[in-house]
């Protein structure tokens, strides 16, 4: 945890400062727009870089999955534990949706979903899949609807207000007391939007909660909200979310990685 002296609050808030500046994280805040990319840029859909050893994913079934982001981080600002170089790929099929309940997704097995990390990039040996097959451009229920660059910025936040944690760290939030103070706090800091690092978002409930398993996926690795502007939507405007233990992601090691998507 970081201390900022100059992170601005609400006023009601102040009286709660030290707590609250004790929680927060650093974090890189993505900025999505339309524009065509590189095989190499960051961006969510579109077509990924391959190097022509790898094969492109596909889910249990045999289909071929569709690339959900990609993030250069040669061009995000440095973050505390994360790669300061390589590539993230984060590939989703069209069966998670179809195998999904109406409003929540939740696993760790990567049959539907596909997680790859390539610690250099080379563009001379990448090579287009459009060449091999073609790539899906409709799935059913896909979140991102059409290909967009990404731009990044640090800063820090502090824990969302629906965090497990949250209550151990900020006990102003049990108190039944202070329903003013808990409601600004819901307002300001729900941990929406789309990032790297940080806080995640939560509709209903924080899904480690309840499950030591899945309290050992203790870093949000990457987060993408709802944004119908850009034709981003998780079915009912919902989010969706990876989670990766600290002490692998330290390793570089993407193999064991939770991913979960809820929405209204």
């Known amino acids: 945890m970081n201390k900022a002296t100059n992170f601005l609050l609400p006023k009601e808030l102040e009286a709660f400062r030290s707590e609250i500046e004790d929680t927060l994280l650093s974090t890189i805040i993505i900025q999505p727009y339309q524009r065509s990319t590189t095989l190499t840029e960051s961006k969510f859909a579109g077509e990924p870089y391959l190097p022509s050893f790898q094969t492109y994913p596909k889910d249990l079934t045999g289909e ?46 990567q049959q539907f979903y596909k997680v790859r990390f ?14 091999h097959f073609s790539i899906p ?54 941990g929406a939007g789309a990032k790297i690092g940080g806080y995640a978002y939560y509709l209903n409930e924080d899904i480690h909660q309840e499950s030591l398993l899945l309290q050992r996926y203790n870093v949000l690795l990457l987060q993408i909200d709802s944004h119908d502007e850009l034709g981003i939507m998780w079915a009912d405007c919902g989010v969706g979310k990876f989670f ?21």
């Open 118 to 131: 390539y610690p250099t990039v080379n563009d001379s040996t990448a090579h287009s899949q459009q060449a």
């Open 244 to 264: 990766i233990n600290r002490e692998k992601l330290l390793r570089k090691d993407f193999s064991d990685i939770l991913f979960q998507w809820e929405n209204y």
């Open 137 to 190: 451009t409709t799935l059913d229920g896909f979140p991102i609807r059409q290909e967009l660059a990404l731009q990044f910025q640090l800063t820090q936040e502090p824990i969302s207000a629906l965090d497990y944690r949250a209550q151990r760290h900020l006990p102003f939030l049990l108190s039944s007391q202070m329903d003013d103070v808990q409601e600004i706090y819901l307002q300001h800091f729900l």
């Open 64 to 109: 071929p999955m569709r690339l959900l982001a990609q993030i250069n981080f040669a061009e995000i600002p440095p973050l505390l534990g994360f790669p300061s170089r390589g590539l993230l790929q984060f590939f989703i099929s069209a069966n998670t949706f179809k195998t999904t309940t109406v409003n929540y997704y939740e696993d760790i097995f």
